[in-house]
């Protein structure tokens, strides 16, 4: 079956560290990939999301993603961390069985420092 | 006004009550989901719909129920309430394969 891992469930770093997110998806092709953020109280909001094409994808806030088709991979990065970041990360792809629905790992909770 | 609305964003009903919870989008997307969230657990997915006459199980939908009333409209209900029915419960639409999904805010439900 088709799922996705996100090995961390907190994170912490100091306010301007780099931050990694790790993701592994199981499945046979590549997926369509995403990641979304939760704010404390609110919905999930879409980071970015893959495709095809360039290997690495920008997003908002400064976030980027690589997909690594060897490692099934899809980690989530940002060079300088702020404190406005602390939130719960999501790792997601778009299939679930034989259907294209959209379905989340278990989310990193991320930390910062100050 | 925010693209998907959730009523209520918290609700506290006492064990064995029925509850509706409601969920309405001005995005126009055919397909809408209901999730729930607990700790640790990320998100799971009750049931999906992809259009008004199509209804569909997720995976955890022993306890639900829903019902596709427009294509702007998609409620859950709770025919019966049990405590670990307590969650952070998530209505979401999408446009269909590959696409973003938008999500309500959340409905806070305590079951006592």
């Known amino acids: 079956a088709q799922s996705v891992t996100q090995p961390d469930i907190h994170i912490t770093v100091s306010e301007g560290a780099s931050l990694e997110l790790r993701c592994n998806y199981s499945y046979g092709a590549t997926p369509y990939l995403f990641w979304y953020v939760q704010s404390p109280g609110q919905g999930l909001q879409l980071l970015l999301k893959y495709f095809s094409g360039d290997t690495l994808v920008q997003g908002i806030k400064g976030f980027e993603a690589e997909f690594k088709r060897s490692q099934s991979s899809f980690n989530l990065r940002k060079p300088s961390v702020h404190w406005s970041d602390a939130a719960e990360y999501f790792c997601a792809v778009d299939r679930s069985g034989g259907s294209y629905i959209p379905t989340f790992g278990r989310g990193t909770s991320l930390i910062v420092h100050p | 006004d925010a693209d998907v609305t959730q009523t209520p964003r918290n609700r506290i009903t006492k064990t064995g009550k029925r509850i509706m919870l409601e969920c309405s989008q001005t995005?126009?997307?055919?397909?809408m989901y209901w999730y729930r969230q607990d700790p640790g657990l990320g998100l799971r997915l009750i049931y999906y719909?992809?259009?008004?006459?199509?209804?569909n199980k997720g995976e955890i939908s022993d306890g639900y129920s829903v019902s596709r009333q427009a294509q702007a409209k998609f409620s859950l209900s709770l025919e019966s309430a049990i405590p670990n029915q307590t969650a952070l419960y998530f209505c979401a639409t999408s446009v269909g394969r590959g696409t973003e999904a938008f999500f309500g805010q959340g409905t806070r439900l305590t079951v006592v």
């Open positions: 995005k126009g997307h055919d397909r």
């Open positions: 719909s992809f259009d008004v006459k199509d209804i």
